[in-house]
């Protein structure tokens, strides 16, 4: 069943956290649907400018309406992820999203705040929910690159005047997440004194982490058993931190690098183990099992389970 993101924003804040999880295809759709099913835990459904561009928009939201029909009982909402103004017009004038991102972070403070204020009216003409984001992620995620000494923490008192000046409904904020496998490289972690600054700022407004993922060594290192190179030191966010955020207003969790890793390691032992083989349905099966646990296990973690 597909509801408003602000309905779901809600009801989890300060609560639980929402597993807003990025898909390119129809395997990792049925993943997340199914583990969010297993669980009874709604979920957020992303979709990146670069999915939409990989499949169309059309395909991915026939996916997603299937989905809708198969699995009845599960809460969603779709999402537009990292769109910039082109993007977010045309996802407005589709009709199809619950809610857009324009991420004008990298602009001017001035120049962010006119945009995003135009985005947000004409959202809000349509219904659409608008998240915004401050501050600059480093790492590197779909069209995103971003030199990490160049990654500047969201300001709080900015954060405030931001959210009143542009009206926008969320807000993604840079307290030490970055995009990718490689994150918290400086081994500083969350950030939890600007979040909860901006909690007493902003009391009840939701905040989003971009760049949640976990990245589990253990992925890493059977990865690289199967001929992968990714650095052993890359690191994801501390589970323990990641409570804690949400506890300061933390509503939306993005998790992509973790759905990626999963499909890596699947694919790449699949053409270790059975090199002979060529059929696209076994690693295809065996994926969508693993990432309907991963996002079960995901959002009893986030506390979102037992939701619906």
């Given at each position: 069943m597909r509801v408003s993101i602000k309905k779901l924003y809600k009801e989890a804040y300060g609560k639980f956290g929402i597993g807003a999880f990025n898909v390119f295809n129809a395997e990792q759709v049925h993943g997340v649907f199914s583990g969010a099913s297993k669980v009874s835990a709604p979920v957020i459904i992303q979709l990146t400018p670069v999915a939409r561009e990989y499949l169309h928009p059309e395909m991915l939201e026939g996916i997603l309406t299937a989905a809708g029909k198969i699995y009845p009982k599960v809460t969603f909402t779709v999402h537009l992820d990292h769109g910039n103004y082109i993007h977010c017009l045309n996802a407005i004038e589709s009709g199809y999203y619950n809610s857009i991102m324009i991420d004008a972070s990298h602009e001017t403070f001035d120049?962010?705040?006119?945009?995003t204020s135009e985005i947000a009216e004409r959202a809000h003409a349509k219904g659409i929910a608008v998240e915004a984001e401050l501050g600059v992620l480093s790492g590197v995620e779909d069209h995103i690159s971003i030199d990490e000494k160049l990654a500047l923490y969201t300001d709080p008192q900015q954060a405030e005047e931001f959210v009143r000046r542009t009206g926008c409904d969320s807000l993604a904020v840079a307290a030490g997440t970055s995009h990718g496998a490689y994150k918290f490289s400086g081994g500083e972690g969350l950030q939890l004194n600007i979040l909860k600054e901006m909690q007493q700022r902003i009391p009840g407004f939701p905040l989003v982490l971009h760049g949640a993922s976990a990245v589990p060594a253990e992925e890493v290192n059977r990865i690289n058993l199967a001929g992968g190179t990714i650095s052993p030191g890359a690191k994801g966010t501390n589970d323990e931190e990641l409570l804690k955020a949400i506890n300061f207003g933390v509503c939306k969790v993005n998790i992509a690098t973790d759905m990626r890793l999963i499909w890596t390691r699947i694919h790449r032992e699949f053409f270790r183990d059975s090199p002979e083989l060529f059929d696209m349905v076994i690693p295809g099966?065996?994926?969508?099992?693993?990432?309907?646990?991963?996002?079960?296990?995901?959002?009893t973690f986030l506390k979102s389970n037992n939701r619906n």
């Open positions: 120049e962010n705040v006119r945009i099966k065996t994926y969508m099992n693993v990432l309907e646990a991963f996002v079960a296990q995901k959002c």
